[in-house]
């Protein structure tokens, strides 16, 4: 069990990485002025979605999935718990408006200034907080 907790663990920061700096990218993209520019952070985006990002994210739900099953009774009946889901949902949900956004720039439709994607960048920060305390406190 300890194992799969610590490889949880370091794919969630791996997520975590690649859902702080994808968004960066999207502000630094957004502001690019030429074409060789916006070619470069397309590639880097992409790199970093499908490279890092999406299999993290993967290997951090199994392995989340996987740890729920060894004491599955104590876990479901636990608020934290549910909580701590629903916030991993929301991660999920962040995780594929990048892709979508990702894509927009891709195609060379983006819409939005590099303010809008420095606020985006901020709401996984608030994730990150809320899901740290309530599977150290575990509060109710």
């Known amino acids: 069990m300890l194992w799969v907790k610590a490889f949880h663990i370091v794919a969630v920061v791996c997520w975590f990485a690649a859902i702080f700096y994808l968004p960066r ?4 993209h957004a502001m690019s002025e030429d074409r060789i520019s916006s070619d470069r952070f397309v590639i880097m985006e992409r790199k970093l979605f499908n490279g890092i990002g999406t299999p ?4 951090t739900i199994v392995l989340g999935v996987w ?5 599955p009774s104590y876990y479901m009946s636990s608020g934290w718990m549910h909580v ?5 949902l929301l991660l999920a949900i962040y995780h594929i408006m990048c892709w979508k956004i990702m894509l927009q720039f891709r195609a060379g439709k983006n819409t939005r200034s590099h303010v809008f994607y ?3 960048n901020e709401f996984p920060v608030l994730l990150l907080i809320a899901i740290v305390i309530l599977v150290v406190v575990r509060p109710f």
């Not at 990218?25 to 630094?28: A, G, N």
């Not at 740890?67 to 004491?71: K, T, V, Y």
């Open 67 to 71: 740890l729920i099953s060894f004491n």
């Open 56 to 59: 993290s994210a993967i290997v």
């Open 25 to 28: 990218l999207f502000v630094y």
């Open 118 to 120: 420095r606020y985006f």
């Open 84 to 88: 701590k889901l629903g916030l991993v």
